[in-house]
T-cell receptor, first 113, second 115 residues
């Protein structure tokens, strides 16, 4: 999966709990992304970061938060405000601002019980 | 605004027969186009990419795609399907209007390969 790791692979949480998904890359890429995938649908962009200490909302940012304190790390927190958090979450990275090829991690499947 | 339409949600072929996965796009810019493959519960793997060079793009595992501007299409083909090709395939366009290369994904086409 191209030097991008996500952990854990499977995650279960109770309603009302926040949970943080990890994404680490050793590709020295500047840009990182979080996507959500639901059955039968394409990927939808949650947040992206083009550089350390900067990030932007994607198409479905409500109920999610991120941080980008280090170049190699881009954790995603799914908050209790997210109404339907059960989904497959994919992290990706790309070399820089003007490079549009993205490389994906293996994903984390989150299930809310 | 950019958009992508994958014309088939599911395609079934027999092993050894050709594969055709269809994709149409809409873009205000000269687009970058991609095909990604996803095996169950895995991340996405890049198959191939078009970036305004040759219109016929060769990718990994014997796949190729042809960019046809007049038809706004970017169909994915393979001459002979293998069982290992069974997966979900996504056609993707890059939103050049947004720095950082925001990707617009199609809905996906599930490819089944029968023995």
């Amino acid at each position: 999966d191209g030097g991008i790791t996500q952990s854990p692979k499977y995650l279960f949480r109770k309603e009302g709990q926040n949970v943080t998904l990890s994404c680490e890359q050793n590709l020295n890429h500047d840009a990182m992304y979080w996507y959500r995938q639901d059955p039968g649908q394409g990927l939808r962009l949650i947040y992206y970061s083009q550089i350390v200490n900067d990030f932007q909302k994607g198409d479905i940012a409500e109920g999610y938060s991120v941080s980008r304190e280090k170049k190699e790390s881009f954790p995603l927190t799914v908050t209790s405000a997210q109404k339907n958090p059960t989904a497959f979450y994919l992290c990706a990275s790309s070399p820089g601002l003007y490079t549009d090829t993205q490389y994906f991690g293996p994903g984390t499947r989150l299930t809310v019980l | 605004a950019q958009s992508v339409t994958q014309l088939d949600s599911h395609v079934s072929v027999s092993e050894g027969t050709p594969v055709l996965l269809r994709c149409n796009y809409s873009s205000s810019y000269s687009p970058s186009l991609f095909w990604y493959v996803q095996h169950p519960n895995k991340g996405l793997q890049l198959l191939l990419k078009y970036t305004s060079a040759a219109t016929l793009v060769k990718g990994i595992n014997g796949f190729e795609a042809e960019f046809k501007k007049s038809e706004t299409s970017f169909h994915l083909t393979k001459p002979s399907a293998h069982m290992s090709d069974a997966a979900e395939y996504f056609c993707v366009v890059s939103d050049r209007g947004n720095q950082g290369g925001k990707l617009i994904f199609g809905q996906g086409t599930e490819l089944s390969v029968k023995p």
